[in-house]
C-alpha cells in the first residue's frame, strides 16, 4: 500500500509540474480554440462547413492557409462586418455577400479567428484579443 501512495504521489507530482510548466499564451489559445469553436459551430459551420470545405460557389473554404495568412488583418473585420467583395480563394472566385455578426463581442471575434486559423489544417498560432480589437478599429 504505501508503495501505491508513493507512486501515486510521484505521479501526481509529474502531471503538477506539466501543467504548471504551459505559458500563458498555450492556456489562451486552448480556451480561445474551445470557446471559438462553440461560436462556430453556431454563427459560422452552416456556410463554411464542419471540417471548412466551404459552400460550393456560395461561400468559401477556410482551408487556403495562404489566403488566410495573407489576410489576417482582415478576418476579423470579415467575421464581425461581413465581406461584400470578390474573394478568390484557392484559384476560385467567391462572390456571395457574407454576413455581418455585429452582435459578437471583439473577444468572441478573436475566439473565432483563432479557431478558423489553427483548423482545417491550418496552424497559424495564437492572435490576442488585443491583436483583434485593433484590427477591428481599422475595418474599411
Do not use: W
Not at 2 to 11: E, V
Not at 61 to 87: H, M, Q, W, Y
Not at 108 to 117: E, P
Request: aromatic share 10%.
Amino acid at each position: 500500500m504505501r508503495k501505491y501512495i508513493t507512486s501515486s504521489f510521484f505521479l501526481l507530482s509529474i502531471i503538477v509540474v506539466i501543467i504548471s510548466c504551459q505559458n500563458q499564451e498555450t492556456i489562451d489559445l486552448q480556451n480561445y480554440m474551445s470557446n471559438g469553436k462553440d461560436i462556430y459551430k453556431t454563427k459560422c459551420q452552416n456556410c463554411h462547413g464542419e471540417n471548412g470545405e466551404g459552400l460550393g460557389q456560395l461561400a468559401p473554404p477556410l482551408t487556403d492557409s495562404v489566403f488566410l495568412k495573407a489576410n489576417k488583418s482582415r478576418l476579423a473585420c470579415f467575421i464581425k462586418n461581413g465581406a461584400n467583395e470578390t474573394l478568390i480563394i484557392h484559384g476560385k472566385e467567391y462572390k456571395e455577400k457574407m454576413p455581418a455578426f455585429p452582435e459578437l463581442a471583439d473577444i468572441d471575434v478573436a475566439q473565432v479567428m483563432v479557431f478558423v486559423t489553427n483548423s482545417f489544417g491550418n496552424r497559424q498560432g495564437f492572435v490576442p484579443y488585443s491583436q483583434v480589437s485593433k484590427d477591428l478599429q481599422n475595418c474599411k
